[in-house]
């Protein structure tokens, strides 16, 4: 079974400063991996996801992540954040099974971003 | 273009009251269909998933149900309504292996 750990459950960092939230998961196949971000009482949406190839991916909006395989990690970074950053992120591994893909999510990590 | 609509967004319900949620796609058909609780603190926890109409497989044992009458529509209910159930509720579909989900805006659910 799949499962993800996501080390810190608060990370606050001052406006402009780099920040690192941390990703590890499990799985005995092969997997798919993405970040989500939830801004308050808001649904998830799709920050960044890795599916093969290059192991460095990149959001839009200035995020990235890279995949490594050997440390089963997964981990998000910036490198100078904004008080619209502010939000909870989340891990996802995936797996498809009997007919569909799953999702497990790690318990998110909330970023504060401040001035 | 897909869009996924939930609602209502925020529900207060009497403990032993029924449920309804109601969450429909558009733009797309046969989309695999998720319901997903977000409670404070435990991260996402999946409830049900649906292949197609009619199919529902529940990954833990709980007291709400969820049907698939129609291939775009899911809905989560429940008969009698506990504490416990409190929560924000997250709607999903994929139409893939590898495209992740796309959510819905949710529902926050709070049982009094």
């Known amino acids: 079974a799949q499962s993800v750990t996501q080390l810190d459950s608060q990370v606050p960092v001052f406006e402009e400063a780099p920040v690192e939230l941390r990703c590890n998961y499990s799985?005995?196949?092969?997997?798919?991996l993405f970040w989500y971000v939830q801004y308050p009482n808001q649904g998830l949406q799709l920050l960044l996801k890795?599916?093969?190839?290059?192991?460095l991916v990149e959001s839009i909006n200035g995020f990235e992540a890279e995949f490594n395989k050997s440390q089963t990690s997964f981990h998000l970074r910036k490198p100078s954040v904004h008080i619209s950053d502010t939000a909870e992120y989340f891990c996802?591994?995936?797996?498809?099974?009997?007919?569909?893909?799953?999702?497990?999510f790690g318990k998110g990590t909330k970023l504060t971003v401040n001035p | 273009s897909q869009t996924i609509h939930q609602w209502p967004a925020t529900l207060v319900q009497p403990v032993g009251s029924p449920l309804s949620l109601e969450c429909t796609v558009e733009?797309?058909?046969?989309?695999?269909l998720y319901w997903y609780r977000q409670a404070a603190g435990r991260g996402l926890q999946l409830l049900f998933y649906?292949?197609?109409?009619?199919?529902i497989s529940s990954e833990v044992p709980q007291n709400l149900s969820a049907s698939r009458p129609q291939d775009r529509q899911f809905i989560l209910s429940s008969k009698k309504l506990l504490l416990s159930d409190s929560g924000f509720y997250l709607c999903?579909?994929?139409?893939?292996?590898?495209?992740?989900?796309?959510f819905g805006s949710g529902t926050r659910l709070t049982v009094v």
């Open positions: 999903a579909w994929t139409t893939g292996e590898g495209y992740g989900y796309t």
């Open positions: 799985s005995s196949v092969s997997v798919y």
């Open positions: 890795y599916l093969s190839g290059s192991t």
């Open positions: 996802a591994v995936s797996a498809y099974q009997g007919g569909s893909e799953k999702l497990v």
């Open positions: 733009g797309t058909s046969n989309p695999n």
């Open positions: 649906s292949v197609g109409i009619g199919q």
